[in-house]
T-cell receptor, first 115, second 111 residues
Framework: NAGVTQTPKFQVLKTGQSMTLQCAQD?????MSWYRQDPGMGLRLIHY???????DQGEVPNGYNVSRSTTEDFPLRLLSAAPSQTSVYFC??????????????FGQGTRLTVV | SQQGEEDPQALSIQEGENATMNCSYK?????LQWYRQNSGRGLVHLIL?????REKHSGRLRVTLDTSKKSSSLLITASRAADTASYFC???????????FGEGTQLTVNP
């Protein structure tokens, strides 16, 4: 099992550009989520999904879109990159048991710089 | 806003000593989880404690949960230099389907 795979690992964007961060998991987890982590801070939830075709907003959703067409994939789209979106982005997945979350498995992160 | 708040923000100890980190949260929870993050890496799950549990052990880790005080503690016994990392608590509320993280404690274990 590869677990949770994020691509790319590093990315530099110019202000106004758009891009998609990829996330895939091979554990058949229902729940997937995206977080951003800024220096010296914890993780803030951007968007999450409780299953294919279902997504919802987290704490900091502005400027980001997600979709969940399959159980395995949960891409995060930056619509028009801004310097404030410079951060490390983590994708995570977990099981849901009736319907609460259990342990989350994290990808290795994407370090994004917007200039 | 963050659901969990860790205390202290930073902790520096000698190898062999015990490390205690605390987490407070605001709303009723279904479970509370602790994670570790080595510098520049993803988070790794350490332990999960449910709201009806008071204490849980895993190897050198001991977690307690006091739902009346809305707080939890993580104890690492006989710490090692390899335990140097950031430690985060995260909560799953009784309502909703979010895993919400605190800001973390940076632990440094000096050899």
């Amino acid at each position: 099992n590869a677990g949770v795979t994020q691509t790319p690992k590093f990315q530099v964007l110019k202000t106004g550009q758009s891009m998609t961060l990829q996330c895939a998991q091979d554990m058949n987890h229902e729940y997937m989520s995206w977080y951003r982590q800024d220096p010296g801070m914890g993780l803030r939830l951007i968007h999450y999904s409780v299953g294919a075709g279902i997504t919802d907003q987290g704490e900091v959703p502005n400027g980001y879109n997600v979709s969940r067409s399959t159980t395995e994939d949960f891409p995060l789209r930056l619509l028009s990159a801004a310097p404030s979106q410079t951060s490390v982005y983590f994708c995570a997945s977990s099981y849901r048991t009736s319907p609460r979350l259990t342990e989350a498995f994290f990808g290795q992160g994407t370090r994004l710089t917007v200039v | 806003s963050q659901q969990g708040e860790e205390d202290p923000q930073a902790l520096s100890i000698q190898e062999g000593e015990n490390a205690t980190m605390n987490c407070s949260y605001k709303t009723s929870i279904n479970n509370l989880q602790w994670y570790r993050q080595n510098s520049g890496r993803g988070l790794v799950h350490l332990i999960l404690i449910r709201s009806n549990e008071r204490e849980k052990h895993s190897g050198r880790l001991r977690v307690t949960l006091d739902t009346s005080k809305k707080s939890s503690s993580l104890l690492i016994t006989a710490s090692r230099a390899a335990d140097t990392a950031s430690y985060f608590c995260a909560t799953v509320r009784t309502s909703g389907s979010r895993l919400t993280f605190g800001e973390g404690t940076q632990l440094t274990v000096n050899p």
